[in-house]
C-alpha cells in the first residue's frame, strides 16, 4: 500500500514497535457527530501478511473490525491496526480474578472474561464487548451509552456496524457484502435515509485499486 500512498497522496505507513509489524493504513470513509466521530480505514499489516481474519485479503482488515483469538485460556486482541496483542493475567491470581488479563502493550487497557462475553475496559473507561467466540459486539463510552453496534451473518462475518443505535436523530451505519466466495464485495454507508455504496473490485473502490498497486510489503533494507 506504500506506493499506492506515494501515487495519490492518501494514507499512511508506519513501523508500529516494540512489536515490528509494517502498517498501512488507508482511510475510506469518515462521519460522526457533536458527540464523537468514526473513521473506516482499509488497514495492511505485513505481520498478518499470510492470514484472512475478516475475507478481505490477506494481510488486510478495517481499522473497525478486532476480534479476539481465543486458544483455551490463551487470548490475544487482535487491534484495530492489526497488531497481535497478549492478553497476560498472573498465575498467582485469587480465583476472583483469575479472568481478568491485562494487555501488554502498555495502553492500560483491560480485558474482563465475564460468563457470557469478554469485556474491553480502556483507562477513559469506555468500553469494548466481545462475545464468547472472540466478535466485538459492541462499544459503550465512559457513561455508558452505546457508541457502535457490530452485526453479523449467519456466516460469521461483519454484516454492519450501527452508530449510535438508540439514538434515531443521529442514525447512521455502514453495512458490509460478501460474494459467493464469502469475500468483502461491497461497503455502503447509511444516514438520514440516503444509502451510498462502492464496490470492491479491481477496477472500482479503492481497495481494489490498493490490491494492484502493492508491490511491497515490508521496508527494504539498507545495506
Given at each position: ?79 484495530n491496526n492489526g497488531i497481535k496483542v497478549d492478553c497476560n493475567h498472573a498465575t498467582n491470581q485469587t480465583a476472583q480474578y483469575a ?14 472474561k465475564n460468563t457470557d462475553c469478554y469485556e474491553l475496559e480502556y483507562a477513559d473507561f469506555s468500553k469494548e464487548i466481545f462475545d ?92
Amino acid at each position: 500500500m506504500s506506493n499506492f500512498n506515494n501515487k495519490y497522496n492518501v494514507g499512511s505507513a508506519s513501523l508500529a514497535e516494540p512489536f515490528f509489524d509494517y502498517c498501512h493504513t488507508l482511510p475510506l470513509v469518515a462521519f460522526g457527530d457533536v458527540k464523537s466521530g468514526v473513521e473506516l480505514s482499509l488497514v495492511f499489516n505485513s505481520n498478518i501478511k499470510d492470514e484472512n481474519h475478516f475475507n478481505i485479503g490477506s494481510g488486510f482488515k478495517l481499522n473497525l473490525q478486532k476480534k479476539l483469538l481465543i486458544n483455551g485460556s490463551t487470548v490475544k486482541l487482535l487491534d484495530n491496526n492489526g497488531i497481535k496483542v497478549d492478553c497476560n493475567h498472573a498465575t498467582n491470581q485469587t480465583a476472583q480474578y483469575a479472568t481478568v488479563y491485562a494487555l501488554n502493550d502498555n495502553s492500560h487497557r483491560i480485558l474482563r472474561k465475564n460468563t457470557d462475553c469478554y469485556e474491553l475496559e480502556y483507562a477513559d473507561f469506555s468500553k469494548e464487548i466481545f462475545d464468547t467466540t472472540g466478535k466485538l459486539t459492541n462499544l459503550f463510552d465512559k457513561y455508558g451509552e452505546e457508541m457502535m453496534r457490530y452485526i453479523y451473518n449467519a456466516n460469521g462475518l461483519l454484516e454492519s456496524v450501527l452508530y449510535r443505535p438508540g439514538v434515531s436523530e443521529t442514525y447512521k451505519a455502514l453495512s458490509f457484502v460478501y460474494d459467493s466466495s464469502s469475500q468483502l464485495a461491497s461497503i455502503s454507508f447509511v444516514a438520514a435515509g440516503t444509502t451510498v455504496t462502492k464496490d470492491v473490485t479491481d477496477n472500482g473502490f479503492v481497495i481494489g485499486r490498493v490490491r494492484q498497486e502493492i508491490k511491497d510489503t515490508k521496508p527494504k533494507s539498507k545495506n
